[in-house]
């Protein structure tokens, strides 16, 4: 199986803020890497397809890059909406596998 | 709009098995797609359990393979999962998604998420 590791696993940031996650893969996954969002208690929301593509309707501050083991996603200028967790996730094969998660708070 | 929605019992005792079934709305299940299970632990992060395709082809996580079996039901847009030989750490929530292959490889449409508990 392909472990996922996203660091950090939380993080406290303010409105206004630019965040960056980290998510490294235990091998080489090109560049087959999704990044979700979800809020406490609803299902996950995809942000990111294929490293660094926006899903339709996902809003502009959100960016994602990398490829082969190590992916970031960015959110340029948090929003209140933007306090949630983050997963990645690996399309490269199966099992398909996530992150552990970054959990987003406000400062 | 694509819809997915679970349904099954919330409560199933210990050895027993775990039924639950996604209805799907706005799309054809027959229609090129793979349509996947994903469970959530309570306060933890998201496990994959497997997919199906309308033609019945499988790919389980090999943790639960032995346990798990997916099934489709064309007719009515809809696919099922079946865990059996449940225990307490089977409780999460389970969700079930649509799987784009192409072009690229995701999901992009989730059910709201069917809360399951194990325990007698």
């Known amino acids: 199986d392909i472990q996922m590791t996203q660091s950090p696993s939380s993080l406290s940031a303010s409105g206004g803020d630019r965040v960056t996650i980290t998510c490294r893969a235990s091998?080489?996954?090109?560049?087959?890497l999704n990044w979700y969002q979800q809020k406490l208690e609803k299902a996950p929301k995809l942000l990111i397809y294929a490293a660094s593509n926006l899903q339709s309707g996902v809003p502009s501050r959100f960016s994602g890059s990398g490829s082969g083991t190590e992916f970031t996603l960015t959110i340029s200028s948090l929003q209140p909406e933007d306090f949630a967790t983050y997963y990645c996730q690996q399309s490269y094969s199966t099992p398909r596998t996530f992150g552990q998660g970054t959990k987003l708070e406000i400062k | 709009q694509v819809q997915l929605q679970e349904s099954g019992p919330g409560l199933v005792k210990p050895s027993g098995t775990l039924s639950l079934t996604c209805a799907v709305s706005g799309d054809s299940i027959s229609v090129n797609k793979w349509w996947s299970w994903v469970r959530q632990p309570p306060g933890k992060g998201l496990e994959w359990i497997g997919e199906?395709?309308?033609?019945?082809?499988?790919n389980y996580n090999p943790s639960l393979k032995s346990r798990v079996t997916m099934s489709v039901d064309t007719s009515k847009n809809q696919f099922s999962l079946r865990l059996n030989s449940v225990t307490a750490a089977d409780t999460a929530v389970y969700y079930c998604a649509r799987l784009l292959v192409a072009p690229a490889i995701l999901f992009d449409y989730w059910g709201q998420g069917s809360p399951v508990t194990v325990s007698s």
């Open positions: 199906i395709y309308y033609t019945g082809d499988t």
């Open positions: 091998q080489s996954i090109g560049r087959y």
